[in-house]
């Protein structure tokens, strides 16, 4: 794997501001999930993609834009430890409500010291 797959991904992404398609992103982010599997580090710029679309205020009005958070705490190993701590100013300034269905919501506040929710 050439690195190409998670280039297009960070485009489909992106390309969900455009569409305001929800479902689009949880497509991608399972990709991703598989390209991860089959590589042993992140290609070179894509971590700089993700943190861009963590900061643009157009993605995270998506519903589901919470998800590209959970796929970053799940894969917390790929990251570089210097680039983790740059996380800290991403992470501590973000809440989002999420839709569990029947009317229901819940709140969660990504703080600074967030830690994997799992290992691989």
């Known amino acids: ?4 797959e998670f280039q297009l991904s960070l485009e489909r992404l992106r390309e969900c ?6 479902d689009e992103i ?12 089959e590589v042993e580090r992140w290609p070179d710029g894509f ?6 679309l963590m900061r643009d205020p ?7 834009s919470w998800k590209l958070f959970y796929f970053i705490t799940s894969n917390w190993e790929q990251i570089p430890e210097h680039e983790k701590e740059g996380l ?4 501590g300034g973000h809440s989002t409500t999420v839709e569990t269905g029947w009317g229901h919501s819940s709140s969660a506040r990504f703080s600074a010291t967030t830690t994997p929710m799992k290992q691989r």
Do not use: A, K, W, Y
């Not at 991608?28 to 999930?33: I, M, Q, Y």
């Not at 800290?88 to 992470?91: A, F, I, K, Q, S």
């Open 88 to 91: 800290r100013e991403v992470l």
């Open 17 to 22: 501001i455009h569409s305001r398609d929800n």
């Open 1 to 4: 794997m050439d690195g190409t």
């Open 47 to 52: 971590f700089d993609g993700l943190v861009g």
């Open 58 to 64: 157009n993605f995270l009005g998506l519903t589901n």
């Open 26 to 37: 949880e497509n991608v982010l399972t990709d991703l999930d598989s390209f991860t599997i």
